[in-house]
Nanobody, 124 residues
Framework: VQLQACGGGLVQAGGSLRLSCAASGRTFSSYVVGWFRQAPGKEREFVASISGSGGTTYYADSVKGRFTISRDNAKDTVYLQMNTLKPEDTAVYCC??????????????????WGKGTLVTVSS
């Protein structure tokens, strides 16, 4: 599976962005997909994950209620809608995929494929 994340940019605090993770190569609906982020000087952290069917999702506590992960298997794409953005959301966001459970990916397991990241910068 090849993944390509896009949609990052510069936004003011309180604004919104939608990231996309487009996949190619294999049966996309078989894969759990997750979003992760890494801020400057910090370790990579889990943001959200979604099951292959889209019926199960997990979120980091820091983004619950503000971010929504979804997928369109007909388009082989997973989205991350980010609302009410905060300066602390500034990071490089990457998507990952694997044959695992969405909960496992939320705990840092099962990421077999990674896409290149997209930078999100939230100004105060």
């Amino acid at each position: 599976v090849q993944l390509q994340a896009c949609g990052g940019g510069l936004v003011q605090a309180g604004g919104s962005l939608r990231l996309s993770c487009a996949a190619s190569g294999r049966t996309f609906s078989s894969y759990v997909v997750g979003w992760f982020r890494q801020a400057p000087g910090k370790e990579r952290e889990f943001v959200a994950s979604i099951s292959g069917s889209g019926g199960t999702t997990y979120y980091a506590d820091s983004v619950k209620g503000r971010f929504t992960i979804s997928r369109d298997n007909a388009k082989d794409t997973v989205y991350l809608q980010m609302n009410t953005l905060k300066p602390e959301d500034t990071a490089v966001y990457c998507c990952a995929a694997g044959i695992t459970a969405a909960q496992a990916m939320s705990r840092g397991y099962g990421m077999h494929y990674w896409g290149k990241g997209t930078l999100v910068t939230v100004s105060s």
